[in-house]
């Protein structure tokens, strides 16, 4: 286990309020565990900017099964982006409608190629990207 380290920090009494707000309406149990959220955010968020270090995530995607070529497009797109594929789990939500939740690992350039490939595909309804740091 890694050991805790305390620090002090200094904030204008506005944003601490605004801060306090942020800690309540997410539910974090302290502004400890609320800051250190948000320091790994930024983290993460700076190592895909800049490229230089592998991350993890997950892309969930909402697509028309039924439009003409799609799955086979999907397909296509994901065994030509497997090295950075660890599992993908398809749900079908209803008729015209699949789900597709997609557990990634890999460079952030190439992780974004891929979303950026998926979003632009016809009959694609919808596409996020959540990543986290992989260490």
């Known amino acids: 286990m890694t ?4 620090f002090g920090v200094s904030l ?9 707000k ?22 993460v ?10 991350v993890a995530g997950a892309v969930v995607m909402v697509y028309d099964h039924h439009k003409r070529e799609l799955v086979n497009k ?12 660890i599992s993908s789990q398809h749900v079908h939500l209803s008729h015209d409608n699949c789900l597709e939740v997609i557990a990634l690992k890999g460079k952030p350039a190439r992780i974004s190629s891929f979303v950026n490939l998926l979003k632009a595909l016809k009959g694609v309804k919808h596409v996020s990207l959540s990543v986290v740091d992989s260490d």
């Open 12 to 20: 204008n009494g506005g944003l601490l309020r605004q801060f306090d």
């Open 74 to 85: 999907l397909l296509d797109v994901q065994h030509d982006h497997q090295e950075i594929i």
């Open 22 to 43: 942020y800690v309540r309406d997410n539910g974090c149990p302290t502004r400890s565990k609320a800051l250190e959220g948000l320091i790994r955010k930024s983290l």
């Open 45 to 54: 968020e700076n190592s895909w900017e800049t490229g230089a270090d592998i």
């Open 3 to 6: 050991s805790l380290t305390r």
